[in-house]
């Protein structure tokens, strides 16, 4: 199916279409650690901000400033109080969020990213799995929140392209090469991939979806996928890797095979009716 280049460890495909669909995700690798990191940066941060508004707090009680380059303490910070809690949870995530965003830029300013198939060992391979380590715990903050938009800020931020008006239920996405147009919805427990291992490869390729499109609960979209403005991927199917949806149809099974015309419900009583033989329904 495929046979080796001579640079950088990149495969040539020898056939136009990948006739697999395999795993998703990474190996643990040293730069998991990466992790630790974050923490201890977003934790800092933390500490600073809650050294200098508890510190106030302080000086408020017993007129006595532990900091001498703090500065007046003024007494509406009570009412502030009360956010303190959530407001450490927004600042870790947005400290963390723009620090691996940080890191996410030098490692494509290092080696940047390109589509095509990679033996393990490769450059691109470990970068591969050096971005995903990098987005991976700012993602998981951002899941975590109770807000809707907060992990489609995250996302933009790590190299993805979602477009306005975008609906993100719970899921996964891969953070790079990976395209969604305006008004776009994508349902429960759906996965988006630009990248897939499959033994001691991985592939990494672009998926790019429409605008008004919707992709189904339980789905998978595989890398190279494009789905055509107003396509609609049924629940419980999955694409294959390159496969193209063409817009203003329903698409389902696993993998996709069939395709249907997207009716109204008084298309569908009618069509229902001509199958029974019955006299059109009310």
């Excluded at 995700?25 to 977003?42: A, D, E, K, M, R």
């Excluded at 723009?98 to 290092?110: C, E, H, K, T, V």
């Excluded at 477009?163 to 719970?170: D, H, R, S």
Aim: charged share 15%.
């Amino acid at each position: 199916m495929f046979k080796e280049s001579k640079m950088n460890g990149e495969l040539e495909e020898t056939e136009d279409n990948i006739k697999y669909i395999s795993t998703s995700g990474v190996y643990n690798t040293p730069f998991s650690l990466i992790i630790l990191v974050q923490l201890f940066v977003g934790g800092l941060v933390l500490y600073i901000v809650n050294a200098w508004f508890l510190g106030h707090l302080y000086f408020l009680l017993t007129g006595i400033s532990i900091y001498p380059f703090s500065s007046q303490a003024l007494w509406y910070e009570w009412f502030l109080l009360p956010l303190n809690i959530y407001g450490n949870l927004f600042l870790f995530f947005i400290v963390v969020s723009l620090f691996s965003a940080g890191i996410f830029r030098l490692l494509n300013y290092f080696h940047p990213p390109r589509e095509g198939v990679f033996f393990r060992g490769s450059k691109d391979w470990k970068y591969m799995h050096r971005r995903f380590w990098t987005a991976y715990f700012p993602i998981w903050l951002a899941r975590a929140l109770p807000l809707p938009w907060v992990d489609i800020v995250c996302y933009n931020l790590l190299g993805a392209r979602i477009g306005k008006k975008v609906v993100i239920y719970e899921g996964y996405i891969d953070p790079l090469y990976v395209e969604i147009g305006d008004f776009t919805m994508t349902s429960l427990n759906t996965f988006i991939f630009s990248h897939l291992i499959y033994h001691d490869k991985v592939l990494i390729r672009k998926v790019k979806i429409g605008k008004y499109c919707i992709v189904g609960p339980q789905s998978i979209i595989s890398p190279g996928t494009i789905m055509e403005n107003e396509a609609i991927l049924g629940a419980n199917s999955y694409t294959w890797i390159g496969q193209r949806l063409k817009g203003n149809l329903i698409h389902v099974g696993t993998p996709v095979k069939k395709s249907f015309p997207i009716q109204t419900v008084e298309q569908s009583k009618e069509k229902l009716s001509r199958v029974r033989g019955d006299k059109p329904l009310p």
